[in-house]
Nanobody
């Protein structure tokens, strides 16, 4: 299995940027599709973006498309989420997730087997 640790969260003003990182340890990182989800207090965990094992395919939630960019560096066992033009509605705990064998329904929480502990992103307005 793989262990995931997120970092890079913090407090930022609306319109600003943050770059989240997820570092994986355990089995080969390139075996995993990676995703980012977020959860605001009292809300369901929601899909943000996913990236394929090779990094050649990405899929974004409509709410972040054009503002967020996911990337991965398999040599460094990391996936990043560059968040630009942040809005107050982006405030949430952001979770990194991984799965090996799910090729469809990758926008759902249940599709992912492994999860990080989350990192808080707070956007002030």
């Amino acid at each position: 299995q793989v262990q995931l640790v997120e970092s890079g969260g913090g407090l930022v003003q609306a319109g600003g940027s943050l770059r989240l990182s997820c570092t994986a340890s355990g089995h080969t990182f390139s075996n995993y599709r990676m995703g980012w989800f977020r959860q605001a207090p009292g809300k369901e965990r929601e899909f943000v973006v996913t990236i394929s094992r090779s990094g050649d395919s990405t899929y974004y939630a409509d709410s972040v498309k054009g503002r967020f960019t996911i990337s991965r560096d398999n040599a460094k066992n990391t996936v990043h989420l560059q968040m630009n033009s942040l809005k107050s509605v982006d405030t949430a705990v952001y979770y990194c997730a991984a799965v090996t064998d799910v090729e469809v329904a990758f926008t759902t929480v249940l599709a992912y087997r492994y999860w990080g502990q989350g990192t808080q992103v707070t956007v002030s307005s």
